[in-house]
């Protein structure tokens, strides 16, 4: 284990701006700051990690382990407050007996990640006796959660060769598609995109499921991503798919839903003003590029499904492999995004305010209820 001291070029005083904030994160925050962070490391394999359990309210904190080559050690422990934060909100409005944590990995893992590496991230997580659950993020792989596993059994996202769930697209696109659903039936009277425009940015694991839904449904679907193979993949299949060359033009194209599906920050300033669709439903994380985005949004009339809010898919099968995966029940649980999604645009109407506050003002009311119950 480590502390992370500000650099001796700085001043006790006020200290560095970053460490100022990385504290002010973790134990300031106007959202109740975290439980519990916890810096770890093996001189041996060179690994470096930062494990940040947000909140237990709702049981045991679970997120994944997210491996990048950050610039500084400050940048990785604020970016594990940051996630493990937004893990307590999803897995709250996932309906998922869990609360929020994450963990990062600091380095290349193309350079660094070793199975020696692995093996001793997996010690440091089996070390909080549980308070943690790790599966897959950025940078990490079902066959990095096997290795982990070999040393921790609060592992999950593993292989099915392993005892795991697997690739969670599937159901993180039937998620989505919930999602759309509601914002359709919020939107136009009916939970269907029959008859409707829908465009997809990005059809990578997620995305080309998402299309499947969309299809069978009845919508029109106008499709981009900067890779040729897939969106070649998607129109051998249906050739009434059409593709365009870039997000920014899709944004732009007439559409009545937008579906970002590739990278975060999709929704800037420039894309709000541009939008031609009148929802926005997608699996991509961290959609809004920044505060105020929401408002734009809401402004301009158009419905935004919260990201965290419609993607859960994912966590709520990496949740329901800690009990055994079965498919069919993580679907009826990925399946109550629909109604979830609804009570969300029904609160923001009631309140006055964007979805995305209304989401999470509910995700805070079921911490507060978890809390108060365990204090009763
Ligand atoms: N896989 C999951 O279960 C899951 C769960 C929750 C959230 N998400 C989020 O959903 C998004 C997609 O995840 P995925 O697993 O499908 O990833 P992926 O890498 O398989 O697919 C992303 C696709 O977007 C394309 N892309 C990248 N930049 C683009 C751009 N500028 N314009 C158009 N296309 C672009 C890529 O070529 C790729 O095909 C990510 O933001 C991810 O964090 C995924």
Redesign the pocket.
């Known amino acids: 284990m480590t502390d992370v001291r500000p650099s001796p070029k700085h001043s006790v005083q006020g200290g560095p701006p970053e460490a100022d904030g990385v504290l002010h994160t973790l134990f300031r925050s106007d959202q109740g700051g975290h439980e519990q962070v916890v810096l770890c490391q093996d001189r041996e394999s060179g690994l470096k990690a930062v494990i940040a359990i947000h909140s237990t309210a709702l049981g045991n904190a679970l997120g994944g382990t997210r491996f990048y080559p950050y610039a500084s050690e400050e940048a990785a422990v604020l970016d594990a407050l940051n996630l493990s934060r937004g893990m307590s909100y999803k897995n709250a409005l996932a309906g998922l007996d869990h609360g929020g944590g994450k963990a990062v990995i600091i380095g290349d893992p193309n350079q660094i990640k070793t199975e020696q590496l692995l093996l001793a991230y997996g010690r440091f997580v089996a070390s909080l006796g549980g308070r943690y659950v790790t599966a897959c993020d950025?940078g990490t792989y079902v066959q990095d959660m096997d290795v982990v596993a070999r040393e921790c059994r609060w592992t999950t996202g593993r292989s099915p060769e392993n005892g795991g769930a697997g690739?969670?697209?599937v159901?993180?696109a039937f998620g989505v598609f919930q999602g759309m659903r509601a914002a359709a039936q919020t939107q136009w009277g009916e939970p269907t995109l029959r008859g409707r425009r829908v465009g997809v940015?990005?059809?990578?694991?997620?995305?080309?499921h998402l299309v499947e839904h969309l299809v069978e449904d009845g919508a029109e679907v106008v499709i981009?991503?900067?890779?040729t193979e897939?969106v070649e993949r998607i129109l051998a299949r249906h050739p009434q798919v059409t593709a365009v060359t870039?997000?920014g033009v899709l944004v732009r194209t007439p559409l009545d839903v937008y579906a970002p599906?590739?990278?975060?920050g999709a929704l800037d300033d420039d894309t709000v003003a541009a939008l031609t669709a009148s929802v926005v439903c997608?699996?991509?994380?961290?959609q809004l590029a920044h505060p105020g985005v929401e408002k734009d949004l809401a402004d301009r009339g158009i419905l935004y499904a919260p990201?965290y809010v419609v993607?859960?898919?994912?966590?709520i099968?990496v949740a329901d492999e800690l009990h055994g995966f079965d498919f069919d029940r993580a679907k009826a649980k990925a399946n109550q995004i629909f109604d979830t999604t609804l009570a969300i645009f029904d609160r923001a109407k009631a309140d006055g305010i964007p979805p995305a506050a209304a989401a999470d003002r509910l995700a805070e009311q079921r911490m507060a209820e978890a809390r108060a119950a365990a204090g009763a």
């Open positions: 950025v690739d969670s697209s159901l993180t940015a990005g059809v990578g694991k997620v995305g080309h981009t991503d900067v890779r897939a870039d997000a599906c590739a990278l975060g997608g699996a991509a994380n961290n990201d993607n859960a898919g994912g966590v099968q």
